[in-house]
């Protein structure tokens, strides 16, 4: 199954991020814990590597309590191993785990808060991945639209989150062709893409099989 949605919002985002990164410090990527691979957009890493300058990077993988914790720590320990690059596991259940992010992103820019300077960093990720969740946890306050369904940020914002940090939003935006076919059925099945590109018989049977064959136990012991 290869999946082509791609609504103009996110061509639209997709440039404005290309243009806006020069002036950034720092990019959190918003990933899937259940998925890590194919909720990881290949573009991101695109952008900085044509950047001019080095962009550290940190990889938030969310909704860890929906996640293998085994899995889970292997992705850590993978997503880690580039320079300038870190990775931190949270749930936005846990809030307390959602605000080491503040602390991470000093520890790549020491000396950003020695100079009293501001740290400007953007938030990506692909849509219902739960970005606006954690701007809204950081923040303090509700300032992302929060929904059960992808494509709901529509437009970059800026957050000034008084921790010498400055955040900026972007729309969840894939990338324009999904080839690979297990990505395709993962991203589907775990709401990054819209209900009506879905062939809902085909998900639940790729979603039982794999079930089946990689938690049976736990599959039983649900139903």
């Known amino acids: 199954m290869t999946i082509q949605w791609y609504p103009g919002h996110m061509h639209k985002a997709q440039k404005e991020i290309k243009q806006a990164l020069p002036k950034v410090d720092l990019v959190m990527e918003v990933v899937d814990a259940r998925i ?37 720590d292997l992705w850590h320990d993978f997503f880690q191993q580039k320079d300038n690059h870190r990775s931190l596991a949270i749930s936005c259940k846990q809030p307390e785990q959602v605000k080491k992010i503040n602390q991470l992103c000093h520890q790549l820019l020491p000396d950003f808060k020695a100079k009293e300077k501001p740290i400007k960093a953007m938030i990506m990720g692909i849509p219902n991945v739960g970005k606006s ?72 049977f790729y979603a039982l099989e794999y079930l089946i064959q990689y938690y049976p136990d736990i599959l039983m012991q649900h139903f």
Do not use: C
């Not at 957009?41 to 969310?62: D, G, H, T």
């Open 36 to 72: 890590p691979y194919s909720s990881s957009n290949p573009m991101v890493e695109a952008f900085i590597a044509q950047s001019e300058k080095i962009i550290p990077v940190i990889r938030l993988m969310n909704k860890r309590d929906l996640a293998d914790p085994i899995i889970t």
């Open 133 to 204: 969740s954690i701007i809204n946890i950081l923040s303090g306050r509700t300032i992302a639209k929060v929904g059960n369904e992808p494509a709901v940020t529509k437009r970059q914002q800026r957050i000034d989150l008084d921790n010498g940090i400055i955040l900026f939003d972007t729309p969840g935006f894939l990338w324009p062709k999904i080839e690979n076919e297990h990505s395709s059925y993962r991203l589907a099945i775990t709401g990054a893409i819209k209900d009506t590109v879905l062939a809902y018989d085909d998900l639940a």
